[in-house]
C-alpha cells in the first residue's frame, strides 16, 4: 500500500517544465496576435517540430509513460500557453488518435509518423466524424464508403463539418475519415479511413469564423467520389466484415470506430481545459492581490477571496479526475463509470466557471482585449461542446453506473 503517491516523477516534472517553458516563451507571447488574426500558427508548429516537441517520438514517450500522465500534463501546459494554439499542435493526434485506436500494427506503423512528417517537412492530421446532420448522433452518419472489389479501392463520398486542421493543404494533411459502410446497422456499420495527403476529391470547405481557440483551423471537409486503396481501412476488411455479420445476426458488441476514438482522448481534452482554468486563476489571483479598492487589496474581502479558493478547489478536483481517468486508460482499467467522460465534463465546466470567475474578478479590465481573461473565458466553452459535449457525457455516465440504455 505504501506504494501509492501522487507526486509526479522526475520524468514528469521535467516534461512538464520543458513545455511550460516553451508555452510559456513561445506560446504566450503571440497568442493575442494569433486570436485576432484567426490563421494557423505555422511558425509556432514550425519551431515546436525544431526542438521535437511536435514529432511522433514525443507522442509516442508520452504515450509510453505508464502512468499515463504525462500526455495530460503535456496537454495542460500547451493549453496554459494557448488552448487555440495548443489545438493547432494537438489536432494531429486526434488524427493519431483515430489510427491507433482502430487501426493494426502494420497501418500504425505507416501512417502515424505521416501525421507528424519532420522539422524538414512538417504534416498535419485530422480526424473527422462530425457531420452537418450528425454531431452528438455519430450512428446517424450519412457519409457512405462503398467498396469496389475490382480495384480493391474505397469510395467515399459525403461531407464533413467542423473538422479541426480539416482539408489544410499547404501541408501533407493525414485524414481519418469515419464512414457509413452499411447504413442499416448504424454505428456498427462504420468504419474509419485514411485518406492520405493529396488524394483527389477531398477539398476544403468552409472555414469557420469562432468564438474563441481562433489559432486552431476548424473548417468543412467535402469528400467528393474519394477513392483510397483498401489497406486504407482501419483494423482491415476482415475485421469489418465479420463485425458487420455479427451485428446482421443481433449479436452484441461494444467497438464503434468513432467511440473508441473519443473514449481514450477524452481525458486528454479535460487536459487542455484544465491548462486554461489555471491560467484564468493564476492570472486573477495575482491581480486581486495588486488592485486596490476601498483603500485595500481586493483579495482581503472574502467575497473575493472566497472566489479564488473555490477557483483552485475546483482545478485541483478536475485535474484528479483527468488524472485517474489517464491512468486507467494507460493501465487497461475498463471505465465502469464513464470515468473518461467523468473527466473531460468537469475539467470543461470547471474551466468555463473559473474563466467567468476571473473575468468578475477583474472587474472591467477582464472585459477588454488589453487583458488575456476574456480570451480565456472565449476558448473554455468549447470545452463543453467538443469531443461531446456535457449533456452527452452526462449520457454516458448515466447509461454507464445505471446499465440502463437512457435516450
Ligand atoms: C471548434 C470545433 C472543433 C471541432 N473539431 C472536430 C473534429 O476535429 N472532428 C470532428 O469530427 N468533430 C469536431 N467538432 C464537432 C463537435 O464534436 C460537435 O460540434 C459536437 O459533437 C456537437 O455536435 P453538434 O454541434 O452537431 O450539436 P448537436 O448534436 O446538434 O447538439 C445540440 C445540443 O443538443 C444537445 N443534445 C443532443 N442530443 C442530446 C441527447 N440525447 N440528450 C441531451 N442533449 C442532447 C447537445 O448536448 C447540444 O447541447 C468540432 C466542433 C467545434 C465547434
Redesign the pocket.
Known sequence: MGDFTLDLNEDQLQMQQWVHDFAANVIRPVAAEYDEKEETPWDVIQEAANIGLYSWEAVSNWFADPTGLTFALVSEELAWGCAGIALSLM?TT?GVSGIVGNGTPEQIAEWVPQCFGTADDVHLA?????EPD????VSNLRTRAVYDEAKDEWVINGT???????GIDKVPNVHVVVASVDPALKGRGQASFVVPPGTPGLSMGQK?K?MG?KA?H?AEVVLDDVRVPGHCLLGGKEKLDSRMARAREGQSSRVQAAMSTFEASRPLVGAQALGIARAAYEYSLEYAKERKAFGRAIIENQGIAFKLADMKMEIDSARLLVHRACWMGRNGKEFTAGEGSMSKLKAGEVAVWVTEQAIQILGGYGYVREYPVEKWHRDSK?YT????????QR?VIARAISGIRI?
Request: glycine letters at 12%.
Open positions: 489536432g486526434l485530422a480526424f473527422a466524424v462530425s450528425a454531431g452528438s448522433d464533413k463539418t467542423w473538422i479541426t486542421n480539416g469557420f469562432k481557440i486552431s476548424t468549447i461542446i467538443f469531443e461531446g459535449t456535457s449533456e452527452i449520457l435516450p
